[in-house]
C-alpha cells in the first residue's frame, strides 16, 4: 500500500538530547512537510521541502532541523534548543509543490515526550 | 494577517443528531477552502475542498460544506451524525494561487457523538 510512515510512534526523550523522527513515502511526491500538532493549537508547518535537496522554514523551524538527501524521506531533528518539544508530529506529502490541489497526505505521526 | 477560526472547540452530539462545524477566515483575495478530518488513532485525512463553482461541496461520508463568500466562511454540516463520526475537524484555507505550504489550518473541534 502507498503511504506515509513515520516512526517511532511514541518517542521519549531527556531533556538536552537531539532526537530525530523519520519520515518516509512511497507515493512518489516531490513535496514533503512536518507539522506540529498540540491540543487546541492545530497544526503548525515546521518546516517543508518542495524537492529533493531543498528545504525551508515554516512558521516555528526554531530548534528544529531537517534533510531532504533522497525523494522518499524527510527525517525531522527536534534539537535540544527546542524550548518545548513535548507535542505530537506530524509527517506530509503532496504530488508536488506548484499543483495547487491543496491536498496533503499524512503519516499517523510521532509523539514525542520530553521527562 | 491571513488568519482561520474555527468556532467550536468540542462539539458533544446524540446519534441522528445534525451537525454544523463553523469556518471562518479572513483573506483578502480568491481562496480555496479545505475540511481535514482526524478519526481517532487514524491519520489526518482530506473530507471535502472547494475550488470554484457550486458552494455547496459534498464530501466523503455524507458530509458537506457551504462557502459563503460574503461571511467569509466555509461551515461543515451533516444531516444526521452517526457514532463513526466522533474525530476532530480542521478548516484550512490556502490562497489561490498558492501552494500546499500556504495552507493554514484552524484550531480544530472535536466532535463526539454518543450512541
Known amino acids: 500500500d502507498g503511504g506515509i510512515t513515520q516512526s517511532p510512534k511514541y518517542l521519549f526523550r531527556k531533556e538536552g538530547q537531539n532526537v530525530t523522527l523519520s519520515c518516509e513515502q512511497n507515493?512518489?511526491?516531490?513535496?514533503m512537510y512536518w507539522y506540529r500538532q498540540d491540543p487546541g493549537q492545530g497544526l503548525r508547518l515546521i518546516y517543508y521541502s518542495q524537492i529533493v535537496n531543498d528545504f525551508q522554514k515554516g512558521d516555528i523551524a526554531e530548534g528544529y532541523s531537517v534533510s531532504r538527501e533522497k525523494k522518499e524521506s524527510f527525517p525531522l531533528t527536534v534539537t535540544s534548543a527546542q524550548k518545548n518539544p513535548t507535542a505530537f508530529y506530524l509527517c506530509?506529502?503532496?504530488?508536488?509543490?506548484?499543483?495547487?490541489?491543496?491536498?496533503?497526505?499524512f503519516g499517523e505521526g510521532s509523539r514525542l515526550t520530553v521527562l | 494577517a491571513q488568519s482561520v477560526s474555527q468556532h467550536n472547540h468540542h462539539v458533544i452530539l446524540s446519534e441522528a443528531a445534525s451537525l454544523e462545524l463553523g469556518c471562518n477566515y479572513s483573506y483578502g483575495g480568491t481562496v480555496n477552502l479545505f475540511w481535514y478530518v482526524q478519526y481517532p488513532g487514524q491519520h489526518l485525512q482530506l473530507l471535502l475542498k472547494y475550488f470554484s463553482g457550486d458552494p455547496l461541496v459534498k464530501g466523503i461520508k455524507g458530509f458537506e460544506a457551504e462557502f459563503i463568500k460574503s461571511k467569509f466562511s466555509f461551515n461543515l454540516r451533516k444531516p444526521s451524525v452517526q457514532w463513526s463520526d466522533t474525530a476532530e475537524y480542521f478548516c484550512?484555507?490556502?490562497?489561490?494561487?498558492?501552494?500546499?505550504?500556504?495552507?493554514?489550518f484552524g484550531k480544530g473541534t472535536k466532535l463526539s457523538v454518543k450512541p
Open positions: 506530509a506529502s503532496s504530488i508536488d509543490w506548484a499543483q495547487n490541489t491543496g491536498e496533503l497526505f
Open positions: 484550512a484555507p490556502m490562497n489561490y494561487g498558492g501552494s500546499q505550504g500556504n495552507l493554514i
Open positions: 507515493l512518489n511526491h516531490d513535496a
